[in-house]
């Protein structure tokens, strides 16, 4: 009899029972997870690689070793020291076997499908003013009973250019000298900060970059720029390593304190993904990573942390003290980037506070430059969401514990935003009939031929929201998030234990050949998420005395393609004139994108770090009443007037005056 084993894959967090013997290959397959393998499974093309994590993993209640997966046969140790592979960290997925529970990280590059990643900067106007600066000088050549080299090279910096009293980074002095000969005694230098020299080229050069980092807890996006134009030049992303190890933060915060070197372990993992995002994003530029001078890094306050190898665990629980909130300046070699220059520096832009991070520091010095009087909202949905709210002087922040639903983690057809992933989603008022669009074809389903289909894969998070959103306005779901008690009657819905599913594909025109379907408990993941969104904004709004606000920005990977209307209708964000709510990009990423280029800057948003007002919502008493208000479709009592002729009735005559939130009070 053959024994059956648990196994989960990540960053998906598919799980599922599997019998013993079979290929980590078909395993991950017969989950939904299509790993390439051009050759077949015959160990020759290499394309399949996983990586097998080991551990205890409590979120997934599975614990993993070594013996969960067979050992390498000879084919495979052969291939792997012809490519120099190390079986300790990755396998052969059609070589492998399952022979206990396991747990299986799958990377991008090995999924049929890759990830797409749609981050990019946004037109960014910014004086150019960077930290380092280039500095050609032609320099005395040396003769008997002259000073040394780096004097003479300073004495030239001082009399040509006025720059004086800098030193030298003692890494460069190895290449000094050649560079300086090389060229017939003339060098360029770059000089760090008006203090330090980082970098040294013989003769005369142009040739200096930044990279501008936002580390998302999902997403690593990176823009590179050149710093004497400020021309951006190159953007690139990479899935954060760190989802192997838990979807949101809480979940990291918790593997580190569970698994010894667990905080070690993620940490070299983000600084692998930083050299290899370096390196990838000069080769597509065209220039040598050696010449990108420094590197500013934003991310929320766990990423923070393990960025710096800094255990994460005091924002695991009150008073979510940080080890430091002040900005950072230090070796790129010493934090671990040791794909750019040796002397190369690296930023980190100062956080605000236990879960405010670097990430919405670069938002508040991307989207509140200047002073105004109109009130904005700018919220940067992601696993955890970050708000700001205010004017251009008076600015309160807060976070909120969203999850990665709206990443498609906890949806049962979830999935991230990659192509053959539902986007778009109508629902006929009439029939109940969908039509969606995915990622990857501009077509709408039902605009097909009859022998066409666009064989989704799953639901991204912006086709949740919107079906979800559908699913209320054609009044399959009742304001409490609810199949309606005549739900039935649509033919598109059909019951699920002891409540209802919607068919949104049925299986003859998936990828997979299973239906696609929403399920009451992802309607809830959802709920949870925005409920959790909204009550922050709430509490900002409170503690600003205001009932509305003037505009509504949503920023990152995500909010960027979010429908600002179904974003409301669901009651992500409180009600404004949907004229003013728009999305802005990766705001954390243009706030890095300011630093780099501008040094004046960086202390400017120190400033405003200093004089925004933080709201802690854990420890809010109105929190849990404005959660449980949020919970409803679009809320339980905030007014939604913008939405009067859109939501069906009564809700909205309920929405437009907030008459459920009188009701309610006088029971």
Known sequence: MTNDHQIVLLPSGRRGTVPEGTTLLEAARSLGVDIESICGGKQICGKCLISPEFGEFAKHGITADASGVSAPDAVERDYAERHNLNLEEVRLSCAATLCGDAVLNVPERSLARKQSIRKAARDVTVTVDPACRLYYVDVEPSTMGTRGDWKRIKAALEKVHGVSGVTLDPALLPMLQRALRECDWTITVTVWNDREVIAVQPGFSEKIYGLAVDVGSTTIAGHLANLRTGEIIGTHSVMNPQVRYGEDLMSRVSYGMMNAGGVDKMHRAVVKSLNTLAKEIATEADIDPAHIAEVILVGNTVMHHIMLNIDPVELGGAPFALATEEAIDMKARDFGLKSIGRGSMVHILPCIAGHVGADNTAVLLSEFSGARDNISLVVDIGTNAEILLG??????????????????????????????????????????????????????????????????????????????????????????????????????????????????????KSANGKDIVVTQQDIRAIQLAKGALYAGIRLLMDHMQIEQVDEVKLAGGFGSYIDPKYAMILGLIPDCDLSAVSAVGNAAGDGALIALLNITERTRIQEMTEQVHYVETAVEPAFQDHFVAAMAIPHASAPYPHLADILPAPVAAEATTGRRRNRRRNR
């Open 391 to 508: 004017t251009g002087t008076d600015i309160y922040s807060a976070s909120s514990p969203t999850g990665p639903a709206f990443e498609g983690a906890q949806i049962e057809h979830g999935q991230r935003a990659a192509v053959g992933a539902i986007e778009r989603v109508r629902i006929d008022r009439e029939t109940g009939q969908p039509t969606y669009k995915v990622i990857g074809d501009d077509r709408w389903s039902h605009s097909l031929a009859a022998d066409e289909t666009l064989s989704p894969t799953g639901i991204c998070g912006s086709g949740i929201i919107e079906v979800i959103a559908e699913l209320f306005l054609a009044g399959v779901l009742n304001p409490q998030g609810q199949f309606a008690s005549n739900a039935l009657e649509n033919p598109y819905v059909r019951p699920r234990e002891k409540t209802a599913e919607y068919v949104l594909v049925p299986a003859e």
